[in-house]
């Protein structure tokens, strides 16, 4: 099986950096993938980490340890349309299904 | 390019009463989901499909059925609905190593 452990809330000012840790215990582990949900909707893909180290795509980025079973999702530059949740997800080595976290509110104020 | 389609977007059921909640995706993936969102509990799998033809238990299967119609379709079905299936369902796709894409959710309460 698969369990993920993310931080509930974070709240921080337009043009700050905010970095969501996630720690993960896995039976067998592939990747790591973030997904963003506006208010309910339907989540959408961010970012994935299947080796160590760090990805970049525009102002998110996102680090893999899998000798520490750590991952990160940096958002830089905050902005108001940030403010949403964040799902970090393990994807299973023997089936590829993904397990998700329980999710980080990040709040944006002005 | 509609995506992922579910249908419907909200249902209020009666306990003990039956539902099927639709999905479709247009975009020819092999691999479809089934998945249930509760409040400060992330999204759990229910049922997946690697392709068309295959269906799979996840995390948490009971008291729902589904069917592979095809391999754009993926219905989720409740056989007797419970109040503990009030949530909010998505469905996603994907092909084979991409990120999955989802549904706008349905969203249903079982009173």
């Known amino acids: 099986g698969q369990s993920l452990e993310q931080p509930s809330e974070v709240t921080a000012v337009e043009g700050a950096i905010v970095q969501i840790n996630c720690t993960y215990q896995?039976?067998?582990?592939?990747?790591l993938s973030w997904y963003q949900q506006h208010d309910g909707g339907a989540p959408t893909f961010l970012s994935y980490?299947?080796?160590?180290g760090l990805e970049e795509t525009g102002r998110f980025s996102s680090f893999l340890s899998r000798s520490d079973s750590y991952g990160y999702l940096l958002l830089q530059e905050l902005q108001m349309k940030d403010s949403a949740s964040y799902f970090c997800?393990?994807?299973?080595?023997?089936?590829?299904?993904?397990?998700f976290g329980a999710g980080t509110t990040v709040t944006v104020r002005a | 390019n509609a995506g992922v389609t579910q249908t419907p977007k909200f249902q209020v059921l009666k306990t003990g009463q039956s539902m099927t909640l639709q999905c479709a995706q247009d975009?020819?993936?092999?691999?479809m989901y089934w998945y249930r969102q509760d409040p400060g509990m992330g999204l759990r799998l229910i049922y997946y499909?690697?392709?068309?033809?295959?269906?799979d238990k996840g995390e948490v299967p009971n008291g729902y059925n589904v069917s592979r119609l095809n391999k754009r379709e993926f219905s989720l079905r409740l056989e007797s609905a419970a109040p503990s299936q009030t949530s909010v369902y998505f469905c996603?796709?994907?092909?084979?190593?991409?990120?999955?894409?989802f549904g706008d959710g349905t969203r249903l309460s079982i009173l």
């Open positions: 499909s690697a392709s068309e033809g295959t269906t």
């Open positions: 975009m020819n993936h092999n691999s």
């Open positions: 997800a393990s994807e299973g080595s023997n089936d590829y299904k993904l397990s």
């Open positions: 996603a796709s994907n092909p084979r190593d991409q990120p999955q894409h």
């Open positions: 980490n299947a080796l160590d």
């Open positions: 896995t039976s067998g582990f592939y990747g």
